[in-house]
């Protein structure tokens, strides 16, 4: 049984709201998608969507889109380090300081679930082979720290009948009509198809993966459980834990697979100064919630491959649309 009618989806005109709002609309909720829209929007008409241009800073207009609200899918953020890192100021009024207003927002509007999604680069650099979600936070970036900074404010937010969970997804990967280009699996495949050679900077850097389709899976089972099962709980959501080299081997494979004619596609080692390398375990997920992954990286791989042989994604280095860094330095954000 649907336990609520009407979603709230901050930035979710963003990269995996565009896949996950289409899923929603089809399971039948009504869908609200509260987002600034710097990348616009893509979503087919349908008669319970409703798109509200806002920013989550502004909470008079954002009260006014919560309203009628039973459940929220929080998204909105400036999204990775480089681009928290282009306008600290923005994306700390963004990130931090607009997180505790917000919750307000949501209370005072009645809504009943909050969907937080957080990241798993709260732990910062890792060598444990099994990151579980109680392992020390040393967040070694501002992105990171700010997002942990709100996982505590909220677990400090106690209003009896709002319940809240907070998901910490690894590295999204995978083909959306508001596609990313700038996220490792997507970046390598970008180059495997259209450039024919790769280049791998380090590549013994260890990252989480996660299907773009298996991160909405996740979302949409945190909309159906009970409140007994999620409420002030946190949780890894991730798949494979791959080397940045063993990346670009499966998209070299993957690619020369599908499209024998590109064979063989190069792969290059430059030496890099990222220090960020960490796996974590998503067992609890599993364990408490049954959620299991359904995709993998060969599978996002070969949705970029089709992606792009049927011309979804034109002029993939040069569109600012598919790197955050080159559209908020485009629209100036602020």
């Not at 998608?33 to 502004?58: N, Q, S």
């Not at 040393?138 to 209003?159: G, H, S, V």
């Not at 081997?249 to 792969?267: C, F």
């Not at 220090?275 to 993998?296: H, V």
Request: aromatic share 10%; hydrophobic share 40%; net charge neutral.
């Amino acid at each position: 049984m649907q336990r609520f009618k009407r979603i709230l989806v901050t930035g979710g005109a963003g990269y995996v709201g565009h896949v996950l709002v289409p899923q929603l609309l089809a399971h039948g909720y009504a869908v609200v998608v509260y987002d600034t829209l710097w990348f616009g929007a893509r979503f087919a008409p349908h008669p319970w969507l409703e798109i509200v241009k806002g920013d989550i800073r502004d909470t008079g207009l954002l009260a006014e889109a919560a309203r009628g609200c039973d459940a929220v899918i929080h998204l909105a953020c400036i999204s990775n380090d480089t681009s928290f890192a282009l306008d600290e100021r923005l994306s700390t009024s963004i990130n931090r300081d607009a997180f505790a207003p917000m919750l307000r927002v949501f209370r005072d509007a009645g809504v009943r679930r909050l969907i937080n999604a957080s990241t798993s680069s709260v732990y910062g650099v890792s060598e444990s082979p099994d990151v579980f979600e109680d392992h020390p936070k040393i967040p070694i970036t501002l992105y990171n720290r700010y997002k942990w900074e709100c996982e505590e404010q909220l677990q400090a937010f106690n209003d009896p009948g709002f319940a809240w969970v907070t998901i910490r997804p690894a590295t999204v990967c995978g083909y959306s009509p508001r596609c990313r280009l700038d996220l490792s699996v997507n970046i390598l495949t970008n180059h495997a198809v259209n450039k024919g050679r790769i280049t791998v900077f380090g590549g013994a850097q260890k990252r989480p993966n996660l299907h773009i389709l298996d991160m909405v899976d996740a979302y949409k089972m945190l909309l159906e459980l009970p409140d007994e099962r999620i409420d002030r709980r946190t949780y890894n959501c991730g798949f494979q834990n791959l080397s940045i080299l063993r990346i670009a081997e499966i998209v070299k494979s993957v690619v020369e697979e599908q499209d024998k004619d590109r064979a063989p596609i190069a792969i290059d080692v430059a030496p890099s100064d990222d220090p960020r390398s960490y796996q974590i375990n998503s067992d609890k997920i599993r364990a408490e919630l049954g959620f299991a992954p359904r995709f993998s990286v060969e599978d996002a791989v070969r949705d970029l491959v089709k992606a792009f042989a049927q011309g979804l994604l034109p002029d993939s280095f040069d569109d600012a649309n598919y790197f955050n860094v080159k559209k908020l330095k485009l629209i100036n954000a602020t």
